[in-house]
């Protein structure tokens, strides 16, 4: 469904609103602007695009009468909602979506009905390449390899992940050791390929990059089942999209925000806020497109083949994926996707 530009700018003060009054409640994960979903098993959505207000948990009966009694700064008044839909045009949804970051700290095998490579994405590779496992190699655990993109300064060849996979700690620093694969796989500093450089937190986005180590394996642009990646473009609405990472491998879906949206999550026990955060759903409802092992992988545009968004985070139950808009986190990051 197409929205004029004064609708959609009136969207988005309500998205901004929204989030700040919101993000603060410990029940709320996520503020966007999306698609509603009718149907989960078959993916049929509705065709009236709504606010949504992503809960962690949906009381009901005696909980919900318990928790406005008990709890107030935790209950979400109907009449704030309404009184938002009038003044915007637009509905309010309150979808599920427990989200957690997907950065595996314990042996995470590939969920049942996940697509993929043939070839593990958990080894050791030569040449390095996008939906590979990688990590910090002083902290334990895992998380994926996004791909290959070039410094707009140096030129220098970079490779680019989540912060919380190439770092993780607020206390790690430039220079640290990245390893291929990470060391929850069996990695270690022997397995050096690359120094952490910077990172985006300034920018709000969970992102990082880290420069190659001059005679380390080289790194290649391609992603591990999928093939090279032809730049970088903005997410859509129903843009169909897939990705490879290092437990799920290579599965698909589908882009289901009409605007990106804001969260709140916790590194290192620091509460930060998350922007320009693009939902993405299973195409066949119950499909697994993401877990614990994935953060870092990038999700590529089926048609154009150019990377979309940077996964970061999931919702476990509904299998939800949640992506950080890939042009606002080579701008924070002040790189560009290579493209040899």
């Known amino acids: 469904?197409?929205?004029?530009?004064?609708?959609?700018?009136?969207?988005?003060?309500?998205?901004?609103?929204?989030?700040?009054?919101?993000?603060?409640?410990?029940?709320?994960?996520?503020?966007?602007?999306?698609?509603?979903?009718?149907d989960r098993q078959g993916f049929r959505l509705s065709d009236e695009p709504c606010l949504r207000i992503h809960l962690r948990d949906k009381p009901r009966g005696t909980r919900l009468e318990l928790l406005e009694a008990r709890r107030p700064d935790l209950y979400i008044d109907d009449r704030e909602l309404r009184a938002l839909e009038q003044t915007y045009g637009f509905s309010v949804d309150l979808p599920l979506g427990d989200y957690r970051l997907d950065h595996a700290v314990a042996f995470a095998p590939a969920p049942s009905g996940a697509g993929g490579?043939?070839?593990?994405?958990?080894?050791?590779?030569?040449?390095?390449?996008?939906?590979?496992?990688?990590?910090?190699?002083?902290?334990?655990?895992?998380?994926?390899l996004g791909g290959k993109v070039v410094d707009r300064r140096t030129g220098d060849q970079m490779l680019l992940s989540n912060w919380h996979v190439l770092a993780?700690?607020?206390?790690?620093?430039?220079?640290?050791?990245?390893?291929q694969p990470g060391r929850l796989d069996g990695g270690d500093a022997g397995h050096l390929v690359a120094r952490l450089t910077r990172d985006a937190?300034?920018?709000?986005?969970?992102?990082?990059?880290?420069?190659?180590?001059?005679?380390?394996?080289?790194?290649?642009?391609?992603?591990?089942?999928?093939?090279p990646v032809q730049g970088s473009a903005t997410p859509r609405p129903l843009m169909h999209v897939t990705k490879s990472g290092r437990t799920t491998r290579v599965t698909s879906g589908?882009?289901?925000?009409?605007?990106?949206?804001?969260?709140?999550?916790?590194?290192?026990?620091?509460?930060?806020?998350?922007?320009?955060?693009?939902?993405?759903?299973?195409e066949v409802g119950g499909d697994r497109i993401s877990a614990a092992g994935d953060s870092g992988s990038w999700w590529v545009d089926v048609d154009?083949?150019?990377?979309?968004?940077?996964?970061?985070?999931?919702?476990?139950?509904?299998?939800?994926?949640?992506?950080?808009?890939?042009?606002?986190?080579?701008?924070?990051?002040?790189?560009?996707?290579?493209l040899t």
């Open 1 to 38: 469904m197409a929205i004029n530009p004064q609708s959609l700018s009136a969207a988005q003060r309500m998205v901004t609103q929204a989030a700040g009054r919101y993000l603060s409640n410990p029940r709320v994960s996520t503020v966007d602007f999306g698609f509603r979903i009718r």
């Open 254 to 282: 589908v882009v289901t925000s009409i605007l990106p949206g804001r969260m709140l999550t916790y590194t290192d026990g620091v509460r930060r806020v998350v922007r320009d955060i693009w939902a993405i759903e299973p």
């Open 168 to 179: 993780g700690r607020w206390w790690i620093g430039a220079g640290t050791s990245v390893c």
């Open 304 to 338: 154009s083949r150019r990377a979309v968004g940077l996964h970061f985070a999931g919702e476990q139950a509904i299998s939800r994926a949640l992506a950080m808009g890939m042009p606002a986190v080579l701008d924070a990051l002040a790189v560009d996707v290579a």
């Open 201 to 227: 937190w300034r920018s709000f986005l969970d992102a990082a990059v880290a420069t190659l180590v001059a005679g380390s394996r080289p790194l290649i642009n391609d992603q591990l089942g999928i093939g």
């Open 117 to 144: 490579a043939t070839a593990s994405h958990i080894r050791r590779f030569d040449p390095i390449q996008g939906g590979i496992s990688v990590g910090n190699a002083w902290l334990p655990g895992s998380g994926t």
